[in-house]
């Protein structure tokens, strides 16, 4: 069977339209889109409230507020490790100069570039004082003004989630209801099972790499361990960028060649714990995305979204995974997008630690 040009130039103009169509609908749909992906997290509080007959709408703020008690203790958490930090930012400071003074003389050595051309291309590149002002108050005001807009859209999802579904089955013929519901219905749990496994995997890395860390003696070791769980939010990438960052401020510090070497290694074992045991008991095959899928996956939110696509991508990819499981005409796409089927020692190796476990 062949595909005629037509037909294909057809199906690139509407992934082209559809990508562009994103990108320029970012202010809208970014916050409702993660306010959504929040709501289904919550989704299950706001029900057993309902169930325990409170009023809609204060099982609705009740949930909001859950939800906002979390967010703050993470940035608590964070900001005290920071804080922690920040008491030796003038040794680090001295030692980047170090660092960087011993850099100029490697490129004057071997490149032929003085010093005072160094230092020139440098102040070039400087923005000016005035320029990085604007520059963080226009972020802070965009963080603001898109978080209050995640708020709204959140209340307004979980208040008027039956409505929301209402209507999405008068779009569909009677027939249709259904499969629609089971469409419905998975994402959701897809969703759910995606922040929660997530979550829990992040709280479980936290443990690995701060007793990896301790142990090793890495300096300022829980900062590192909750940096590099909380980048675990971005798959692959995450991960390599938290070890790379711990690696580079101890080498900095002045960390011996035996700490660094035990810093690869630690992340080495942490990440195989991960993919052989964490990732396919917690998160399960639902979600499971392949490696392949998942880079396109990031590579387009940044594209499209920045980095608030980069977060969201995942959870979309695998939503949009369960829609092409459903419809007949789009299940190759599905499993283009699904994991590749594990081995059969890995499959039978998990199968006992879930008995174990169990």
């Not at 509407?14 to 993660?34: D, N, Q, R």
């Not at 009740?62 to 939800?67: A, G, I, R």
């Not at 675990?232 to 960390?255: K, M």
Request: hydrophobic residues 55%.
């Amino acid at each position: 069977m062949t595909i005629s040009n037509t037909s294909l130039i057809k199906k690139l103009l509407l992934i082209f339209l559809v990508i562009t169509g994103l990108h320029f609908a970012e202010a809208f749909l970014m916050p409702l889109i993660i306010a959504g992906v929040l709501a289904t997290l919550l989704l299950p509080l706001c029900r057993w409230l309902e169930n325990k007959k409170f009023p809609k709408a204060l099982a609705v703020i009740v949930s909001m507020l859950v939800l906002l008690t979390v967010l703050v203790g993470v940035g608590t958490l964070l900001g005290w490790q920071i804080s922690e930090l920040a008491n030796d930012f003038a040794v680090l400071k001295q030692k980047l100069i170090e660092t960087g003074v011993r850099l100029q003389d490697y490129i004057f050595d071997h490149l032929g570039i003085s010093l005072k051309k160094q230092s020139q291309m440098l102040h070039e590149e400087q923005p000016s004082v005035a320029g990085v002002v604007q520059i963080v108050a226009d972020s802070l005001v965009y963080i603001f003004t898109n978080f209050v807009f995640v708020l709204a859209y959140f209340f307004l999802l979980l208040y008027y989630r039956s409505h929301l579904r209402a209507f999405i089955l008068k779009l569909t013929k009677a027939s249709q209801h259904d499969e629609t519901e089971s469409v419905l219905n998975d994402i959701t749990h897809v969703s759910q099972q995606y922040l929660l496994g997530l979550a829990k995997m992040i709280f479980l890395l936290w443990i690995m790499y701060g007793i990896g860390f301790s142990v090793i003696g890495v300096k300022n070791a829980l900062f590192f361990a909750i940096l590099c769980g909380l980048l675990e939010i971005i798959p692959f990438v995450g991960n390599i960028t938290g070890t790379s960052i711990t690696l580079l401020i101890s080498f900095v510090n002045g960390a011996s060649l035996t700490i660094l070497a035990a810093i690869i290694i630690t992340y080495l074992i942490i990440q195989f714990i991960q993919g052989w045991l964490i990732e396919p008991i917690i998160l399960g095959p639902h979600v499971r995305i392949n490696p392949f899928t998942t880079v396109i996956a990031l590579v387009l939110g940044k594209l499209i979204w920045g980095i608030p696509g980069i977060f969201l991508a995942i959870p979309l990819i695998a939503m949009f995974k369960i829609v092409c499981d459903h419809i007949e005409s789009l299940k190759p796409y599905g499993f283009l997008i699904g994991d590749i089927v594990t081995g059969k020692e890995k499959k039978e190796f998990i199968k006992k630690l879930r008995k174990i476990i169990k």
